[in-house]
């Protein structure tokens, strides 16, 4: 199967920040995908690419340009990598969120039980999302797809649950083997 990696914001527009490390979601999930790649050696039914959000002018051009690229590589499934962030330090936890197809379901239940294994961390659950935020990378492309936000930076506990080289490598399996939970 080929599972198509999309590194959630881009270089212009990076998104969240770790207090405890200064680390942008951009750049956490550049490192996150990278990992999942090294880890796919290890899944010898798993091809994995990596894709980036380029600008592109507006927010769903930017969106429609990567997932037409995970389509012209013939992705069965995607994955685009977030992490949360809020004012309030005590928010936590981990969730998938999920176009609601019965396959784009499948892989996002799967991701949820992997992520909370690896994490340990509150379960925010599966969410369906056909309009809003984060909801065009779910239906812009032809493979199913699901977003994950697996705890929350601005979280003490979610900053422990991903602070050590370890920790990230565990979250870097989960996605797959949900992938191959979920398709093989």
């Not at 998104?15 to 050696?41: C, K, M, Y």
């Not at 899944?43 to 927010?59: C, L, M, S």
């Not at 565990?170 to 093989?184: H, I, P, S, T, Y």
Request: with cysteine; charged share 25%; hydrophobic share 40%.
């Amino acid at each position: 199967m080929k599972l198509a990696i999309v590194v959630g914001h881009n270089a212009r527009a990076q998104g969240a920040v770790r207090p405890d490390t200064g680390e942008t979601e951009f750049r956490w999930n550049s490192h996150l995908a990278q990992l999942i790649e090294e880890e796919a050696r290890l899944f010898p039914r798993i091809t994995v690419e990596t894709f980036f959000r380029t600008p592109a002018g507006t927010y769903r051009a930017e969106i429609e340009r990567v997932y037409r690229a995970t389509d012209d590589w013939g992705a069965d499934a995607t994955c685009e990598l977030h992490f949360n962030s809020h004012t309030s330090r005590a928010a936590t936890g981990t969730e998938v969120l999920s176009s609601g197809s019965e396959a784009s379901l499948r892989f996002s239940i799967a991701l949820q039980d992997r992520m909370l294994a690896a994490l340990k961390l509150k379960d925010r659950g599966v969410k369906v999302r056909r309009s809003g935020r984060g909801s065009e990378s779910l239906i812009s492309g032809r493979a199913p797809a699901v977003l994950i936000e697996p705890f929350f930076g601005s979280s003490p506990k979610g900053q422990q649950a991903t602070d050590e080289a370890h920790e990230k490598r565990a979250l870097a399996r989960a996605a797959l083997l949900a992938a191959q939970d979920a398709f093989l």
